[in-house]
């Protein structure tokens, strides 16, 4: 490899984190250019929603890196630098320093951002989003000084938010348009247990609700619902959902349906572009079929993996969309892939009611995802059954007495 070659990386986040780093793990003695457009180095965002929130976990440890950690590696971080342009042809980033850095491979890790609330009173103060350190830090103070908080959107993000403003004592509501909450990942038999975790937890869950407006006179006093209805509240925390950040991809002419569409080696169609995380919809060669996946631990395999295909090794990126959450004492994680209504058969193990099982989601007999609740160190075991394609029988999974890996 030629030592004078710069590997440029779009979006200091932790794609780009992970890439900067196994590049240097890879012995990769380039230049090493990573440009965000945050003022804070890489951090995870998880905490966001969880610990930092909750006040449990210390700012230090969302980092992905100690601050001296880029300088002892030689990665020349650009912080509060946005990319604004890519000329392709020249091989070049623009940014809106005015700054412009050659590339011999350009990796994009531009994740995503909150969809918008697009009502009226959507401008209101305390109307608040949750993607970045400083919308964390704004969100406590904003539940601090609240007393009713209206969620919408009854995903992942609105789940833990709801979860974190009742272990504050607020009074808290979620509005969402499904008839129940996360109703289109999990399937109706088991988002009907988070359902009945958040209600018991005492949040007001507002199912099939559609929201019109928000009502207030500078700080929001409300949301107003297509039934006519109306939920008081002087915090809204809006969770509706996320989209790629792919204009500078789109702009430089790099086909986005979907996301920066890559194959399974994380390139683009043109040679010289990647790209991992949030961002990338990429063609997973096991699962035979584009994916693009928001999860944390996709956008740190795919840093690396991608770091590696540029290094020109021939690395592939097959792992199963894994995911984790954790909301009052539930703590869970989930791997593998299921089409909404792909799955014909729920298979439970263990103890639903006292929250410490494993879910399977089963298509034909064959298992294609597994979410473990309170029992941990099983998900490579699941990882195994997924893989393996093989039918099983519903029975011997549902019966804890039979290892995993012998069902
Ligand atoms: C509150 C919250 C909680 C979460 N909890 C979980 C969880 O429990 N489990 C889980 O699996 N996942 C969770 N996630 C999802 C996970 O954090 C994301 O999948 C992950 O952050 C994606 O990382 P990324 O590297 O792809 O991009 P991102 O984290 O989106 O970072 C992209 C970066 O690129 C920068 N950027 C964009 N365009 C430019 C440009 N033109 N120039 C320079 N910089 C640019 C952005 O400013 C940003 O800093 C959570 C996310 C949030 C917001």
Redesign the pocket.
Known sequence: MDPKQTFVI?????????AAQVLREEGFDGQIVL????PNR?Y???????GL?LGTAPLEDVFVHPSDWYAWNDIDLRLA????SIDRAARVVV??DGRRVGYDRLLL??????RRLTVPGAGLDGVVY???LE??ELLKIEIDRASRVAIIGGG??GL?VAAAARAAGREVAVIETAELPLLRVLGREVAQIYADLHHAHGVRLLLGAQVVGLTGDGLVTGVELADGSAVPADLVVVGIG?TP?V??AADAGLDVTGGVLVDEHLCTADPAVFA?????NAYHPTLRRRLR???????RR??AIAAKAMLGQDATFDRLP?????QYDLGMEYVGYVEPGEADQVVFRGEVRRHEFIAFWLAGGRVLAGMNVNVWDVVGDIEDLIASARTVDPARLADPSIPLAAV
């Open positions: 779009v979006g200091a986040s932790l794609a780009g984190a992970a440009i965000g457009s945050e890489p995870e965002r998880p905490p966001l929603s969880k929130l630098t946005t990319v604004t940014c809106d890790t531009t994740g995503s951002e909150p949750l993607r970045r919308d964390c992942w993000i833990e996320i950040v204009a500078l991992a995380g949030d961002v990338a996946v928001e999860h944390w631990e996709n956008a795919q840093g894994y995911f984790f959450s954790d």
